[in-house]
């Protein structure tokens, strides 16, 4: 809600200085509901749909992933969203998949 009602929150997106992308592909997966694979592919499939997101590369996207997974949920994020915001619970790594080696929180753009 707070992002709804923010005095600082635009329709314009001429105006806007970033673009706030929620995720909540942790629920989906834990729920069940899709695979890891197939979250990947629903990110795949989302993102060349973001109207803004290639005039900046996506510098000015912020992603939230709300889990010790992080990113990491979206197994493409490298080539896809390397350069966009990510906002994730946290800092240090934090999992149980082996294979998920390097920390969410990236200090040069986090």
Known sequence: ??????????????EA???????????????NLYTLDEVDQLYKNMIPALP???????KDHVFVFGSGM???VFQSW???????????????LFNDFAWIAEPPFQTWKD
């Open 1 to 14: 809600d707070f992002f709804v009602t923010s005095r600082y929150r635009t329709d314009n997106p001429a």
């Open 17 to 31: 200085d970033f673009f706030f992308v929620p995720g909540y592909a942790i629920c989906v997966l834990e729920g």
């Open 52 to 58: 803004y997101f290639k005039a900046s590369g996506g």
């Open 70 to 72: 992080a990113h990491s």
């Open 78 to 92: 490298h080539d896809y969203i390397p350069q966009s915001i990510v906002l994730t619970p946290e800092t240090e």
